[in-house]
């Protein structure tokens, strides 16, 4: 039995569809392929994420500014919190925490070391009131008036201080 010589124009046919299926194939294995490597080489190039500025500010949905992060005198960083007026409520710093309240009349509560002297690194907490007295909790640099001589209260002191720093009264 003979076989039937196909059409000419039948096998150009088969031809250029077994050309169009083989560039198909070819593609896939290709897209295949490059996929991994691609996957791979954009897990490796992250980008540096570092932002610098001088300070950043947050602020509410009405455009109030609400905290800022920023540098006082370009040396003590400082975390500052403000009221929907604008006014400053508290601060976070280095080593200290620092409290007013929404109204004049609400005292002033002050944590860490003494802020005036950047050596000091005696813990206390610190109330003033806006009348002028104040009471210090823990360590406190204080001057005999009739001596001149200054001492320095251990932690586990309480200190009451008149208008004009004078001590009313303290213990230990």
Known sequence: MECPSPDPSTLTARVEKLERQNRLFKRAALGLLLLPVCMLVMGQAQPSRTIEADEFVLKDSAGHMRAELTSIGGVLPA??????????????????????????????????????????????????????????????????????????????????????????????
């Open 79 to 172: 975390l500052l919190f403000f009221d929907a007026q604008g006014k400053q409520e508290s601060a976070l710093f280095e080593d200290s925490y620092d409290i007013s309240g929404p109204d004049p009349h609400t005292s002033a509560i002050y944590v860490g070391s003494n802020p005036s002297d950047a050596s000091d690194k005696e813990p206390r907490i610190m109330l003033e009131g806006t009348n002028g007295f104040s009471a210090i909790l823990g360590s406190s640099d204080l001057i005999t008036t009739r001596t001149g001589e200054k001492h320095q209260t251990s932690a586990a002191s309480l200190v009451l201080l008149g208008k004009n720093g004078t001590v009313l009264w303290s213990a230990p």
